[in-house]
């Protein structure tokens, strides 16, 4: 059901204020009456904020996205972005900004979820749900999740990591830049058969994590094929 708040402080707990931990930095993620929340990161050596576009419509609940690693998360985005629009929400993706400063998807923190309020928005972007990510209580009733047969995302991982994944930012420093490039390079050097059975129990992981951090979240699941 949609809900009618008329300004941002109608979104926001009774604490207006939130810490996140990303790597070793402590950063402040603060609301103010009327204004999106934002998070501010100390990536590298410099402070780098993150802060929510404007929201969709106010009477529109909030919904989130989440995928797996090469399982049509990239087209199931870019459709429902263009859906969100329809609906009056606002598409964003946390994970992708994240990526830009170089973050570690598995260092994502926990806190993370105080840019995760429940109207106006489409939350995609997720593939799994890792780090200490963890699905608000409201999140439950809507949620898309989207999966594929692991072998056939395995096949497709293979030439992503090999060829045509584009690096991560830096504003964090070179260490996840650097880890895509050995990566990049492993890849190249093994025939796909060795790097599906090297990455089979990755994949294994991804999926019990992602099935642990559903438990009581309703959600709808589609398969692409």
Same mark, same amino acid.
């Given at each position: 059901m949609g809900r009618d708040p008329t300004h941002w402080s109608d979104l926001q707990d009774d604490a207006g204020d939130n810490r996140i931990k990303v790597g070793f930095e402590m950063i402040n993620a603060a609301t103010t009456p009327g204004l999106p929340p934002s998070a501010s990161f100390v990536a590298g050596d410099e402070t780098r904020t993150i802060t929510l576009p404007a929201p969709g419509l106010l009477n529109a609940d909030s919904a989130f996205l989440v995928s797996l690693p090469k399982a049509g998360s990239t087209l199931l985005n870019r459709m429902m972005a263009h859906a969100a629009k329809l609906v009056g929400q606002t598409f964003f993706n946390a994970p992708r900004e994240l990526r830009s400063l170089g973050i570690k998807p598995n260092d994502t923190p926990a806190s993370l979820s105080a840019l995760f309020v429940p109207i106006g928005y489409m939350y995609g972007g997720f593939?799994?749900?890792?780090?200490? *990510?963890?699905?608000?209580?409201?999140?439950?009733?809507? !949620?898309?999740?989207?999966? &594929? =047969?692991? &072998? =056939?995302?395995?096949?497709?991982?293979?030439?992503?990591? %090999?060829?045509?994944?584009?690096?991560?930012? !830096?504003? %964090?420093? =070179?260490?996840?830049?650097?880890?895509?490039?050995?990566? &990049?390079?492993?890849?190249? %050097?093994?025939?796909? =058969?060795?790097?599906?059975?090297?990455? %089979?129990?990755?994949?294994?992981? *991804?999926?019990n994590q992602l099935h642990e951090k559903l438990k009581g979240i309703d959600s709808k699941t589609y398969r692409y094929e």
């Open positions: 593939r799994g749900l890792p780090g200490a *990510i963890q699905l608000p209580d409201w999140a439950s009733g809507h !949620t898309v999740v989207l999966v &594929r =047969d692991p &072998r =056939d995302m395995l096949v497709s991982l293979y030439f992503s990591v %090999a060829y045509s994944h584009s690096p991560p930012g !830096t504003g %964090a420093g =070179d260490a996840f830049y650097e880890q895509f490039q050995k990566e &990049r390079e492993s890849a190249q %050097a093994l025939p796909l =058969d060795g790097f599906v059975k090297r990455q %089979a129990a990755q994949y294994v992981s *991804i999926y």
